[in-house]
């Protein structure tokens, strides 16, 4: 027992006392609370100058765990904080519809709010009553420009037609325009010489009634009380798809009748502008039935200069996926270098001959005596109306859902100026 001297003694308390303070601090204790109390004899052991230097000891280690333990703290909170908000964000990116437009970007009117309050709940607030006042809302409320506006842009991106004719508002039923055909005459004079009236042109009418097409998009009323479910997103996505393939097929193929007429269904002649009839269109043989007669771009070049070139200036190539393949193998009449040009720069149409190309599925694909090419100033020929799209919400109909029965009134025509584009025929003549 030799090395059990008083200052072995005095450091194996010291350090059992330590460990036990430091346990208690923890909020661990190994000793009861009446056992550490009975520490209070430890002066006699140790004497009091130690004793103090081992309180001071125990004070800055309690201090520095109380500071090591706050600072724990704060990180853990900025931690659970962040969680939160990585929640929310994944609870709204995985909601329906939640990532189809940005709600940061969307800053809705008076107008708009009320109307999307209508939509998920029916209530018809008195904001939406005041601003519509002239709408009956047994028959729909008209969608607010804020959305129309979304969805009009939406059609643009998807309907090639929009792109390129002329796009007019309008208020009434149909659109009625004068056009003169043939152009006023002339006649050049010396200083003193007579002027006879010169010809006058003649004027017709064009008119292109506004037709109706619906879509009628459901949703549970559960997603409705959704407050991440982007309500109004998900309006424009599935009415901007079901207009758009609607508009699409009509203005390239539509008969006229309740829809309507497409540019592709109107006369076409081989005679030229100056002796055709105003309303018929002109047409370019390819030289084959149902094909191009040669792999060169003859019929293609003169198509481009049928057209005249005060037209030209603003012109673009139409056609179908199926066309476009084909052209997209025609080479020079010299070489072998393809004419196909495709484009330098994100979002810029590739060129045929110097003019942008715009592929439209719903034109019609080759076939035995098929128009399937069209060339020139679209928005001279073709005239999209634009009037109003309406909405009526139906919770009756289809329980679970809540159905949105929206119409959309809309025009198409072409004859305005015939001269301004030119077809390309898949015929021998």
């Known amino acids: 027992m030799k090395y059990l001297t008083p200052l072995s003694i005095k450091v194996a308390f010291v350090a059992l006392l330590v460990v036990a303070a430091g346990a208690a601090l923890a909020g661990h204790p190994i000793f009861a609370p009446d056992l550490l109390a009975g520490l209070g004899a430890a002066p006699m052991l140790l004497g009091n100058t130690q004793l103090l230097e081992i309180k001071s000891l125990i004070d800055q280690q309690g201090e520095a765990w109380r500071e090591f333990k706050q600072a724990n703290s704060n990180r853990i909170g900025r931690l659970e904080e962040n969680a939160r908000a990585i929640d929310d964000f994944m609870a709204k990116m995985n909601s329906p519809f939640a990532g189809s437009s940005s709600k940061g970007d969307f800053n809705p009117n008076e107008e708009t709010k009320a109307f999307l309050a209508f939509m998920r709940s029916g209530r018809e607030a008195a904001e939406l009553k005041a601003m519509q006042a002239g709408t009956d809302p047994t028959g729909g409320y008209l969608i607010p420009e804020q959305i129309d506006g979304m969805l009009s842009k939406n059609l ?96 390239a193929n539509g008969d006229g009748i309740a829809k309507p007429r ?144 929206a119409a959309k009134r809309v025009g198409g025509g072409g004859g305005r100026d015939t001269r301004a584009v030119k077809f390309l025929k898949f015929s021998a003549t």
């Open 156 to 251: 643009r991106e998807i309907s090639v037609m929009r792109q390129l004719a002329s796009v007019v508002p309008v208020g009434t039923s149909e659109l009625s325009q004068l056009h003169s055909v043939g152009g006023t005459g002339y006649t050049w004079v010396g200083e003193t010489t007579a002027r006879p009236q010169t010809d006058t042109p003649t004027l017709k009418k064009l008119n292109i009634p506004t037709r109706e097409v619906y879509a009628l998009p459901g949703v549970t009323q559960n997603l409705l009380d959704d407050n991440a479910f982007n309500l109004e997103a998900w309006l424009v996505e599935e009415l901007s798809e079901a207009f758009g393939d609607a508009e699409g097929d009509a203005f």
């Open 262 to 405: 497409g540019l592709f269904t109107y006369t076409t002649v081989t005679t030229g502008d100056a002796t055709r009839a105003h309303t018929d269109f002109q047409y370019v043989p390819t030289g084959a039935s149902g094909a191009f007669h040669t792999t060169k771009a003859d019929p293609l070049i003169t198509l481009v200069h049928a057209v005249k070139p005060r037209y030209r200036r603003n012109a673009s190539w139409l056609m179908n996926p199926e066309v476009l393949e084909a052209v997209r193998k025609l080479k020079e009449a010299t070489s072998d270098r393809y004419l196909w040009e495709p484009a330098l720069t994100a979002g810029q149409p590739s060129t045929l001959l110097g003019y942008p190309v715009f592929e439209d599925e719903n034109v019609p694909a080759i076939a035995a005596n098929s128009i399937s090419v069209a060339f020139g100033d679209f928005s001279r020929a073709y005239t999209i109306t634009d009037r109003s799209t309406s909405l009526l919400r139906d919770p009756f109909t289809n329980k679970p859902y809540v159905m949105f029965y």
